[in-house]
Every structure is written in structure tokens, then in C-alpha cells.
């Protein structure tokens, strides 16, 4: 009985820790998507301070598997400290916003350390869950107040960059398979793909296809009944499409392969699409490139390539290939502890994030979906440091 009632007390100290989380969180998304001064939104990050501190005080994570963790991202932290210096040496990036921005990551991963660190429970399940209830009500603000704000076609709600607001779709994408209940997974869903298709924001449509493949439920764990309704179901379309192309003459392949291209993937945008440069991120591509090869080991100076918009090239023009090798690591560890307790959904977020940051300008940042991958990943280095399942 005294065991029952100490878990269940712990369990509402976990709920009330994942709800101040997911307030924070929610916090410096409303704040960054309403341009608020930098000052405001640097203070709805620091409020992740209130629930770290109600996470040590009632012991609800364990203190070794917190330093483990944390030890790993040194991995990654040092090399990056390193290349921050250079800024100070003689780089052109102001030494400030550097020392602020490294500094924001350096607590990112102390909390995403200790968060992960919590005991029997997936905590970000639950931060997910409540940040899909907080914040689902902006997007639909955001919804109805700013369909006048289309460029060229594109939507830039506020103003904001519309990869950006891609970005932010994936996020709440994302907390919608932290739902068990179908109609509200489905709905938060729906919001997220609705900005990512309507911002055009190609990166964050295809980082959501891992994340459905291998959080959704619908393919992992993969059993026989799963495996005949897939085959069923592949069958069925194949003689509904057949079907459908033979009656009507009707070049449905054609059609559908051309709406993916061009509505969806916009191959055929003169600005944006094939033989367009890519906006000119192929130029920017190699200039880092070549900041990497001019000084490989601890790169060019730790914010200095802004527009870059990949992640992984990003950090060795940045910072050099001690810091990618530390990421690839901590991607790698990560994956291994979810896939030790076959936990497909951490699979499928990091998978996600990876191809994210293939087409977004930083690595670790601190808006909404970076904070809350970061609790994602670093749980997944814990479950690499545990001996069972129980702690699932």
C-alpha cells in the first residue's frame, strides 16, 4: 500500500514537471513567432529552470545516469567550446550573440540530461502530449488570423520564414503520436501538415515520413497482423488504381507523381525548384565546404555561417570534425538505447530530426522542436546506460 501511494505521488510530480515544461516550451514558441525582444524570449527559456528545480527537490531521476549522460555531450561540447574561441581570435561573428548561443546549448543539454534521467517513464511522452494541448491553440490563431500573409504563393504567417513555420507543423506533427487517442492524434496531425504543406516547407514534409513510418504505430513493432493489412491493403490500391486507370483512360500514376513534384515538393518552381541553385544554398554549400577544408579540425568559429542550411555541414565549417564525429555519436548512442528496448517511436524522432537538419541551419537550437528532440535524444543515451526494460 505505502509502495503504491509513493508511485503514485511521484507519477503526479512527473505529470506536474512535464505540464511546466511544456508551458516553457510553448512560451518560446509564441514569443520567437511573435518577434518578442530577444530578452523575452531568452526569459521563456530560462523558465525550464522551474521544473528542474521541482525534478531535484521530490529525487525524480536518478543522479548517476543523469552525470553519464551528461558526460556524453561533452563529446560534442568541447569541440564546439574550442571553435567558439575562435570568434574571439578572428572571426567576424559577434563574440556575444556566440557566447549566448553556445551557452543556451550547453544548459539545453544539463536539462535534456536531467530530464532524461527520470525514473520508469517517458517523460517526453508526456511533455509532448501537453504541448500539443498548449500550443495547438496558437497555430489555430495563427490559422485564422493570417491567411492574407502569402508571398508568391508561399505562406509566411507574421512574417515569420516559412521553413521556420515548417519547422514548428513538424513539432506539433511530432506530439501527435504521443496520442493513444485516434481522433486527437489525427486532428494535431492535421495542423502540423497543414503548415508544412501551406509554408512549402519541403525539409520538415519529408523529416515527417520516418517519424509516421516508426512512431505512428502502424508499421513498428511490425507483427503478422500488421504485415497482412499492409499486404492487403497494397493489393486493394493496386487493383483500385488499375481499376480506376483502365475505365477512365485516366493517367493516375501520371497525376499522382506530378502533384508530389510540383504542388508538394515544388521541383518545378523556377526559384526554388530544379536547376534553381536551391535559393542559393548550393553557393552557400560551398563556402562552408571550404571553411571546413581551410581549417578541418575545429572549424572557422563556432556561429559564424548563419546561412547555411544544413546541419551537418553547418558543424564542420562551425566547428570542425571533432564536433560532427561528437553529434554522429550522440545520434548513434541514442538510436542504440531505443532500439535495445525496442522503442520505436525514439527511433523514429531521431531519424526525423536527422532529415530535418539536412535543410535547416542548425544542429541544436533552442525553439520548440529542438528543445523538445533534445529531451528525446538524451533519453535515448540513458536507455543505452540501463540494464532492462523496466525503465521504459
Not at 287 to 293: N, Q, S
Amino acid at each position: 500500500m505505502q509502495k503504491h501511494t509513493e508511485d503514485y505521488a511521484q507519477s503526479r510530480y512527473v505529470n506536474i514537471v512535464a505540464f511546466l515544461i511544456a508551458v516553457s516550451l510553448a512560451l518560446r514558441f509564441i514569443t520567437a513567432a511573435t518577434s518578442c525582444a530577444n530578452v523575452i524570449q531568452e526569459i521563456s527559456f530560462l523558465t525550464l529552470a522551474l521544473p528542474a528545480f521541482i525534478f531535484i527537490i521530490y529525487k525524480l531521476g536518478d543522479i548517476r545516469l543523469f552525470l553519464k549522460s551528461l558526460l556524453v555531450t561533452f563529446i560534442y561540447l568541447i569541440p564546439a567550446t574550442i571553435s567558439f574561441l575562435f570568434v574571439f581570435i578572428g572571426g567576424n561573428a559577434d563574440p556575444i550573440f556566440a557566447a549566448l548561443a553556445l551557452g543556451n546549448i550547453f544548459v539545453m543539454f544539463v536539462l535534456a540530461s536531467l530530464f532524461a534521467s527520470c525514473h520508469s517513464c517517458d517523460l517526453w511522452l508526456r511533455v509532448m502530449r501537453n504541448l500539443s494541448l498548449i500550443s495547438c491553440p496558437f497555430f489555430l490563431y495563427i490559422i485564422l488570423t493570417q491567411q492574407h500573409a502569402y508571398v508568391w504563393g508561399r505562406w509566411e504567417p507574421v512574417g515569420g520564414h516559412p521553413n521556420w513555420w515548417g519547422m514548428m507543423g513538424l513539432g506539433l506533427a511530432w506530439c501527435s503520436f504521443a496520442w493513444k487517442n485516434t481522433l486527437l492524434r489525427y486532428f494535431f496531425m492535421g495542423v502540423g501538415l497543414y503548415f508544412m504543406y501551406f509554408t512549402q516547407s519541403r525539409g520538415s514534409m519529408v523529416a515527417f515520413f520516418p517519424a509516421f513510418v516508426f512512431c505512428g504505430g502502424y508499421f513498428f513493432p511490425f507483427t503478422r497482423r500488421k504485415a497482412v493489412i499492409l499486404l492487403v491493403a497494397t493489393l486493394l490500391g493496386i487493383i483500385a488504381f488499375l481499376g480506376i486507370s483502365y475505365a477512365t483512360s485516366y493517367d493516375l500514376l501520371g497525376k499522382l507523381f506530378d502533384f508530389f513534384a510540383n504542388d508538394v515538393m515544388k521541383l518545378n518552381d523556377p526559384n526554388r525548384g530544379i536547376g534553381s541553385g536551391m535559393t542559393g544554398r548550393m553557393a552557400a554549400y560551398s563556402v562552408a565546404w571550404k571553411a571546413f577544408l581551410d581549417s578541418p579540425f575545429f572549424g572557422a568559429g563556432y556561429s559564424e555561417f548563419g546561412f547555411v542550411h544544413n546541419g551537418f555541414l553547418l558543424i564542420l565549417a562551425e566547428s570542425g570534425i571533432f564536433s560532427f564525429l561528437g553529434v554522429l555519436v550522440l545520434f548513434a548512442l541514442s538510436m542504440a538505447g531505443y532500439m535495445k528496448m525496442r522503442h520505436w517511436q525514439g527511433v523514429g524522432f531521431v531519424l526525423s530530426y536527422m532529415v530535418l537538419i539536412l535543410t535547416f541551419p542548425r544542429t541544436f537550437n533552442i525553439n520548440m522542436v529542438s528543445l523538445v528532440f533534445m529531451m528525446i535524444l538524451m533519453r535515448g543515451v540513458v536507455l543505452k546506460f540501463v540494464s532492462n526494460r523496466t525503465t521504459m
